[in-house]
């Protein structure tokens, strides 16, 4: 006996429903027939369930445009901060070389501990404003259209703090290691 709604092969003749498709099978059985070819299995569609959907996004507006403020901004600072750096060497470097050479084989002034004060000033002021110029590209990365300048003042802004990080560190342990001589050796001296 088959299914009339899918023409499956009943797997008993006093079957309620068709394991197939799921219809009701009558329960007054057919006139006898010839037996017919199984048609076949045509399943429907079934949209998946919700949870198993991708979630669909809007994708974001393109901006368009110019430099804005904060990319003109990280470019300037960036530029400033390794401005800044520059002076710092200047006048921390070079007394910093004058006391590790006393007889230098170059000419020149020096300002003694002082100019070594005025390049750490420098030179903080120089790492603040590379830290400026990195806080205006993050503004303008989510802000601003994606421009050159925003780009150059970023890695510029990099380099300044790098560049300005390592004097401070140096000086840092040039306090430290003359406190400590200061310490030991003043002692025993009469």
Do not use: W
């Not at 790492?127 to 806080?135: A, E, H, K, N, P």
């Not at 300005?164 to 050796?185: C, D, Q």
């Amino acid at each position: 006996m088959f299914c009339q709604n899918c023409g499956e092969k009943l797997e008993t003749p006093n079957q309620k429903f068709c394991a197939g498709c799921g219809s009701e099978i009558s329960s007054t059985p057919a006139a006898p027939q010839a037996p017919q070819a199984p048609q076949l299995k045509v399943e429907k569609y079934k949209a998946p369930s919700a949870d198993r959907q991708v979630p669909i996004y809007e994708s974001k507006p393109i901006r368009t445009g110019g430099p804005g403020p904060h990319s003109i901004r990280c470019f300037v600072f960036s530029l400033v901060s390794l401005g800044l750096a520059g002076a710092g060497f200047v006048f921390g470097g070079n007394n910093f070389f004058r006391f590790l050479m006393p007889y230098p084989p170059y000419p020149g002034v020096s300002i003694g501990f002082f100019g070594l004060i005025i390049g750490v000033i420098l030179n903080v002021a120089g790492l603040v404003f590379g830290i400026l110029s990195r806080t205006n590209s993050s503004k303008a990365g989510i802000r601003e259209p994606i421009n050159g300048l925003e780009k150059v003042g970023s890695v510029f802004a990099v380099f300044g703090i790098v560049i300005n990080s390592i004097p401070l560190a140096v000086a840092a342990v040039y306090l430290v290691i003359t406190l400590v001589s200061a310490l030991i050796v003043i002692p025993y001296y009469p």
